[in-house]
């Protein structure tokens, strides 16, 4: 099984999931805007991608430049900004056999298949 974070209104994250889908991948879609990930979860994931929690953020997104760009958080205060804001987590996130893969680009997924 595949797990895919997935946005439908991004296209790398559209991009990456059809790369799953022409390896004949079984897929499990999480689409973590309406289903944000918990903190555990969260931090299992960065985890695995072998990332921090600040390299995870979509630092673009208005919402960090207007309520968090300036404040000095650790890791376990961004993966709470993260979960309580899910858009600030950077897509398409893919993991499979405890290995995981930010889509970025969307090629990169072939890493682990």
Avoid: Q
Avoid at 19 to 40: F, G, Q, R
Avoid at 86 to 109: F, W
């Amino acid at each position: 099984m595949t797990t895919i974070y997935h946005n439908p209104r991004c296209r790398k994250s559209r991009e990456t999931l059809a790369i799953l889908e022409e390896h004949k991948e079984e897929i499990n879609m999480v689409k973590y805007l309406e289903t944000p990930p918990s903190e555990k979860e969260l931090t299992k994931i960065i985890k695995l991608l072998g990332s921090t929690p600040a390299e995870l953020i979509r630092k673009n997104e208005s919402v960090w430049k207007e309520n968090f760009k300036e404040k000095d958080l650790n890791d376990t205060e961004l993966i709470k900004v993260m979960v309580k804001n899910p858009i600030l987590i950077e897509r398409p996130i893919v993991i499979k056999d405890n290995k995981a893969v930010l889509g970025r680009p969307p090629e990169k997924v072939k890493d682990i298949l």
